[in-house]
């Protein structure tokens, strides 16, 4: 079987970035069904939003003596995840689709819930709880994307790791405290 060449000729490339030229960066070599990733970036815009959302909240309700930390821990996410949702976004314009700000409906299309809590160690739990969610939800979208868009999968990919970051984060946070309330009960 003849290798086939690296490259297509480069005539060739110029001839078919002039054909519908109003598709923007999405050329013939785009593989991936359109429809179904601009959907599944909706649904990770959402859940992005619902995650600045608690991350704000529980930013304003931590309390307690170890709140300060955890609070500021909190902001910063929050901020990550506006950022996750901006980029997503973007990506969902290049790919001539319409991001879906919403907010009606937004906790359907979100993967994960919006869930308070009411103490601080309850706050941690409910944003590692969708953290997990987050990770696993994107490492699913990963695989599905495979080599059929590269671009997607990329900023997908970038996302994922700032989201295992949340979670070892919010983890540690959980051990600490369960450290420190164990100390105080043998006293």
Same mark, same amino acid.
């Given at each position: 079987?003849? !290798?086939?060449?690296?490259?297509?000729?480069? /005539?060739?490339?110029?001839?078919?970035?002039?054909?519908?030229?109003?598709?923007?960066? &999405? #050329?013939? $070599?785009?593989?991936?069904?359109?429809? #179904? &990733?601009?959907? @599944?970036?909706?649904?990770?815009?959402?859940?992005?939003?619902?995650? &600045? +959302?608690?991350? /704000?909240? *529980?930013?304003?309700?931590?309390? $307690?003596?170890?709140?300060?930390?955890?609070?500021?821990?909190?902001?910063?996410?929050?901020?990550?995840?506006?950022?996750?949702?901006?980029?997503?976004?973007?990506? @969902? #314009?290049?790919?001539? =689709?319409?991001?879906?700000?919403?907010?009606? $409906?937004?906790?359907?299309?979100?993967?994960?819930?919006?869930?308070? =809590?009411?103490?601080? @160690?309850?706050?941690?739990?409910?944003?590692?709880?969708?953290?997990?969610?987050? @990770?696993?939800?994107?490492?699913?979208?990963?695989?599905?994307?495979?080599? /059929? %868009?590269?671009?997607?999968?990329? &900023?997908?990919?970038?996302?994922?790791?700032?989201?295992?970051? *949340?979670?070892?984060?919010?983890?540690?946070? +959980?051990? %600490?405290?369960?450290?420190?309330? /164990?100390?105080? !009960?043998?006293?």
């Amino acid at each position: 079987m003849p !290798d086939k060449p690296f490259l297509t000729d480069v /005539k060739e490339i110029r001839r078919r970035a002039r054909q519908h030229i109003q598709e923007g960066a &999405v #050329t013939e $070599g785009y593989q991936a069904d359109r429809d #179904t &990733v601009i959907k @599944i970036l909706n649904e990770a815009l959402a859940t992005e939003l619902v995650c &600045v +959302l608690r991350y /704000k909240r *529980h930013f304003f309700m931590a309390q $307690g003596i170890n709140a300060e930390p955890i609070a500021q821990e909190f902001a910063q996410h929050a901020t990550e995840e506006q950022q996750h949702a901006d980029q997503i976004a973007t990506r @969902i #314009t290049q790919l001539g =689709g319409s991001p879906n700000f919403n907010p009606e $409906g937004l906790l359907l299309r979100s993967h994960s819930e919006y869930q308070e =809590g009411t103490t601080l @160690i309850d706050m941690i739990r409910e944003d590692l709880v969708a953290e997990r969610i987050a @990770i696993e939800s994107y490492t699913e979208m990963i695989h599905y994307l495979g080599t /059929k %868009d590269i671009t997607t999968r990329r &900023v997908l990919e970038s996302i994922l790791a700032v989201e295992e970051e *949340h979670a070892d984060d919010l983890s540690k946070f +959980l051990t %600490d405290l369960d450290k420190d309330w /164990k100390t105080r !009960d043998r006293k």
